[in-house]
């Protein structure tokens, strides 16, 4: 393996030994910011050597390797966890959470803002899925996490790209449950609610009361918390759940 100090974002040395290569190696797509960074934190400190993609792939939380990757470009996929190979070791976890929205009424969409969401969101997952799915069948092990939305479960005005492909999600973690289980490999999605992320706070004041005031904990969702959830699937204590679909949403979606 070659894990430079310079590959590091602020990371710790990787001439140091330590629990990373017991843990494994972990792939976070769009983990430069938001709940993506906050997964990556979390499993650099649960021990994982993580590779946080983004499209430039020049920025990382501390400890984790930046890597670009396109998620719609399937060569791009294919260049990017062939380098992660290269660098930390086969891949055991993937978190597929890189996302885009293009918010607007079903009537103003446009064929693009449609298809486009549809190929990051869900096609994306799908090649990512297939580029970790390999190595994991090799080792009869592996564990493939998809980042979706509560949306996905109760749907959104405004949001029928969106929610399309976050709903999709759930089956794409079933099929691969019923596909790959036999391989050890494990399939399952989060759903995180409203979560206190930058673009959270771009809500109007009045709308964010509206919306604290429908979930029954009260108050929006920290991006750790999402993170943690995250952490357990990916960890050994999960080793028996698959095809499950985990709201973090504090009780918006009760029911769904």
């Keep these: 393996m070659n894990f430079t100090d310079q590959q590091v974002v602020a990371g710790q040395s990787a001439e140091q030994p330590?629990?990373?290569?017991?843990?494994?190696?972990?792939?976070?797509?769009?983990?430069?910011?938001?709940i993506g960074a906050a997964i990556v934190r979390?499993?650099?400190?649960?021990?994982?050597?993580?590779?946080?993609?983004?499209?430039?792939?020049?920025e990382a939380p501390a400890g984790a390797l930046a890597v670009p990757m396109e998620v719609t470009d399937g060569q791009s996929v294919s260049a990017a966890f062939e380098r992660i190979h290269q660098e930390l070791g086969q891949v055991s976890v993937l978190v597929a959470n890189a996302g885009i929205t293009k918010d607007t009424l079903l009537?103003?969409?446009?064929?693009?803002?449609?298809?486009?969401?549809?190929?990051v969101n869900l096609g994306g997952a799908f090649r990512c899925a297939k580029a970790?799915?390999?190595?994991?069948?090799?080792?009869?092990?592996?564990?493939?996490?998809?980042?979706?939305?509560?949306?996905?479960?109760?749907?959104?005005?405004?949001?029928?790209?969106?929610t399309s492909s976050k709903a999709a999600m759930i089956g794409m973690a079933r099929s691969l449950t019923r596909e790959l289980g036999g391989r050890g490999i494990t399939a399952n999605v989060v759903a995180p609610g409203f979560i206190n992320t930058s673009m959270t706070a771009q809500i109007d004041p009045a709308a964010q009361e509206k919306y604290l005031g429908a979930i029954p904990s009260g108050r929006f969702a920290e991006p750790e918390e999402v993170a943690g959830v995250v952490a357990f699937l990916a960890g050994p204590d999960?080793?028996?759940?698959?095809?499950?679909v985990i709201p973090v949403d504090g009780g918006l979606g009760m029911g769904h």
């Excluded at 499993?43 to 430039?56: E, I, K, M, N, P």
């Design 107 to 119: 009537m103003r969409m446009s064929e693009e803002d449609f298809a486009g969401v549809l190929d």
């Design 42 to 58: 979390r499993l650099v400190h649960d021990g994982f050597r993580v590779a946080a993609t983004s499209r430039l792939g020049t």
């Design 18 to 34: 330590g629990p990373a290569a017991a843990a494994g190696v972990a792939v976070v797509t769009g983990g430069n910011r938001g």
């Design 238 to 244: 999960a080793s028996y759940i698959s095809g499950a």
């Design 132 to 162: 970790a799915a390999k190595p994991m069948m090799r080792a009869r092990s592996g564990r493939i996490i998809l980042i979706s939305s509560v949306v996905a479960l109760y749907g959104s005005a405004g949001q029928v790209n969106y």
